[in-house]
């Protein structure tokens, strides 16, 4: 099978001023991410690899550079899921763990699914993640957005453009054919604490099935497990695979769920998604999508915003 690989940095008004970082990490990450496919790498290690390198970009609100919730505090959320096997690895409102993603990849070779708080943060542990400063994660953009909110209060959360979604996530497709999606977040801008969204919920965040999809999403976190919109994202690949091009981009099946997050609950978000014939899509009804894509002979990933 042809690799590819497609990487997202969040779906809302992304400031002009902010555009060259978003697409910058993005792609870095899909180009990390597709040499492990070209070197013939699984799509776990691919997804793990380019989310990493999103989590440690402060740019994005996942691991640092995170939200800070009302109480000044940075839980962190993220589920993988691989389409061979149906098996999801997640955790949720974890801290002090820097890359939850990792956390989230050693959960598939185990036998549960998805842990959280501070169970999250003691398990991680006791696989041999190595906690760090909770400071580590908060960068003076969202220590001045925290302080201002904790003066103006909570910011209204439901269909706002402007409102930071930096969410991010990958999903890929190895040499073997199989399916790979993860997503990553440091949740919506200051949230209550122990708020969990859709990133670590597998078939809202994320989802991956070798016989439909591989879909990560990001936006409204609310909204989105509404409408469990990785999986409805999936589910219509399926439905519309006679109608796809041979190969490259093919986006409706992703313009169609997003169509359902829009017309049935009024969300707004975007996502990422490869089907099984390796063809990549996108769509949001934000108006941005950070986000960058790679397949075999392509000499570097094509970005966009």
Request: hydrophobic content about 45%; glycine content about 12%.
């Amino acid at each position: 099978m042809t690799p590819a690989i497609i990487v997202h940095g969040g779906a809302w008004r992304i400031p002009p001023e902010e555009h060259e970082g978003h697409q910058a990490g993005c792609y870095r990450a899909a180009r990390a991410g597709y040499e492990i496919l070209a070197a013939g790498g699984s799509a776990q290690a691919a997804v793990e690899a380019a989310v990493t390198i999103l989590e440690d970009d402060p740019t994005f609100d996942a691991g640092i550079g995170s939200h800070l919730n009302q109480a000044g505090v940075v839980q962190l959320d993220a589920g993988m899921m691989d389409g061979a096997t149906l098996q999801v690895g997640a955790v949720a409102a974890i801290e002090r763990i820097q890359n939850p993603i990792q956390v989230a990849r050693r959960l598939l070779d185990s036998p549960h699914n998805m842990f959280a708080g501070p169970g999250a943060t003691e398990w991680a542990i006791r696989a041999g993640f190595t906690p760090v400063d909770p400071a580590t994660f908060i960068v003076p953009r969202e220590q001045q957005r925290y302080e201002y909110h904790l003066r103006a209060g909570p910011p209204d959360l439901t269909g706002d453009f402007n409102r930071p979604s930096d969410t991010v996530g990958a999903v890929a497709m190895d040499r073997s054919g199989n399916l790979v999606a993860g997503t990553s977040t440091g949740g919506t801008l200051f949230k209550p604490a122990g708020r969990v969204g859709d990133s670590p919920l597998p078939g809202c965040g994320y989802y991956a099935d070798n016989q439909s999809a591989a879909v990560s999403a990001t936006g409204h976190g609310e909204a989105i497990i509404r409408v469990q919109l990785a999986h409805t994202a999936a589910l219509l690949a399926a439905s519309l695979a006679g109608e796809a091009p041979a190969q490259g981009l093919w986006l409706a099946p992703a313009e169609a769920a997003i169509r359902i997050l829009g017309e049935r609950v009024n969300g707004r978000g975007g996502l990422i998604m490869i089907d099984p014939a390796g063809r990549v899509g996108f769509a949001h009804n934000t108006p941005h999508l950070a986000r960058a894509y790679m397949i075999e002979g392509m000499a570097e990933p094509v970005v966009g915003i």
